[in-house]
Each structure stands twice: as C-alpha cells, then as structure tokens.
C-alpha cells in the first residue's frame, strides 16, 4: 500500500526476520518507521496489545508523519489480527471480519491455515422473541438478520402472522451456542427455543462482551432495558407461556 502526502510518498511493509517471523512498518524515503504490538507474557501465555509507531516517527516531517500515520491507520486491522492470532489473543471473541482482514497479508501457508482456522471457530450468538408465545430462541448464524427474514417467512399457514424480534447479538465461539443450550436446559420448549424470563436474559446479557450491539448498534444498556421492558409490560406474552404452539 502506497499514500501519497504532499508528494510525499510513504509505503506500508511486510517483512520477516531470520525465524520467518513477519514485522510491520513504514518506508517514507530512505527512513523506516517499525509498527508493532506490546507483548505481554505471562504464566498463561503470550498476549499481544494494541500496535504501536516506533518513536523514530519523530524524526520525520509533519508531512511525512502524516502519511505515516495514514498508512498505520488503513492497516492497523490487518496487523492486529495477524499479532492476535500468530502470537497470541487477548481480543476474545471478534467479528469474522476483523480477523479476514489478516489474509490480505503476504502469509505462510502455515500462517494462513492458522488463520483460516482461527476464523471457522468464530459465528455469531443470537437471541430471538417469538412475541407470539413469549419463547425465545438461542441459536448461531454467520448472518442472524438473514436468519431472522428466514424465521418470519415460515409457517406461512399458521393462523397468525410471524412476529420476530430480534433482541441481540454478539460475535463468539460457535460452542456457546450448546452452552446456553445446556445452562438453559431446565426451560427448554423444544429445539432452540427456550421459556426464558427476565433473569434468564440477564445471565445471557452477563456473557455479551460489547459496549455495543453488532447488529442494531445500540449501546448495550439500551438494549438490555428493551429487553427487559419486553417481559415486564406485555401480559400477552405471559399468558401465552402457558400454551405451548407446535
């Protein structure tokens, strides 16, 4: 990647040293500016934090640490998942897309099957409401708003209409899925859907590690008291409870 500043020409790199390790920076000229992460290591492990610009960026002119900046800005992503996943993790769940942006990187095929491996684990956890019955339903989807339009196009023949809400979602591991399912066992309806109430959902909300919501944006507060309003103003609902709809 090349940005241009002024005439000022400034060249994002990608190379290893001699235990074929990758390292990061940027060219401006003859000068070479180092990106690179802060590296914890512990009896746990190795964690990788946020990319940093070596100091010698301070050496440079405004113009040139401004193309600099910019080049460290449009790879940033790249570098931090290539740091997350080669090195270590201290992310936690993320969306897909942040680590895909690490295969436009020059990659072994080690690194890339490592990668590749890496982002199969990774779905998104969802919770729907059946507004009809009052059930919610606790599943996984790479794309839970398409698993949504699925829902509402289903039993077409039923005597009322489909009415789906989508309470929220979040990216994680695909096994979470079973572990909700196993945690919720006691309320199980059938399948996916699950007779949850109030303190249910707060458990769920517990586990939901975003300051916002993926899928509507919301902050996580927001959603929570939607979530909650849900069970606590609708009597409908908790009349429904009680008949269970094949």
């Known amino acids: ?87 270590g993790d201290e992310w936690g769940p993320t969306p897909k897309s942040i680590y895909e942006s690490v295969l436009t990187l020059e990659l072994t095929d080690e690194e890339r099957l490592k990668v590749q491996t890496y982002i199969s684990r990774f779905t998104y956890i969802y919770l729907i409401k059946d507004e009809r019955t009052g059930y919610t339903k606790i599943g996984r989807s ?17 005597p009322e209409a489909n009415n789906f809400t989508m309470l929220f979602a979040w990216a994680d591991y695909a096994y979470k899925e079973k572990q909700l399912h196993k945690q919720f066992e006691s309320v199980r309806v059938r399948g996916e859907w699950f007779n949850l109430d109030a303190s249910d959902i707060n458990e769920i909300w517990d586990q939901f590690s975003y300051e916002k919501d993926l899928i509507t944006g919301k902050s996580k507060n927001d959603l929570y008291e939607e979530s909650l309003a849900k069970w606590d103003s609708d009597q409908e609902i908790s009349n429904a409870k009680e008949n269970t709809i094949n």
């Open 1 to 87: 990647m090349v940005y241009m500043e002024n005439e000022i020409k400034a060249e994002f790199f990608m190379e290893r040293d001699y235990e074929d390790v990758a390292r990061f920076g940027c060219r401006v000229g003859r000068k070479q500016i180092s990106f690179f992460p802060e590296i914890e290591i512990s009896e746990d492990g190795v964690y990788t934090g946020p990319i940093g610009i070596s100091s010698t960026i301070l050496s440079l002119e405004p113009d040139e640490i401004k193309a600099v900046r910019q080049v460290f800005e449009e790879n940033n992503k790249a570098m931090s998942s290539y740091f997350s996943v080669i090195i």
């Open 142 to 158: 790479d794309s839970p708003l398409d698993r949504l339009k699925n829902l509402i196009k289903q039993d077409t023949l039923m």
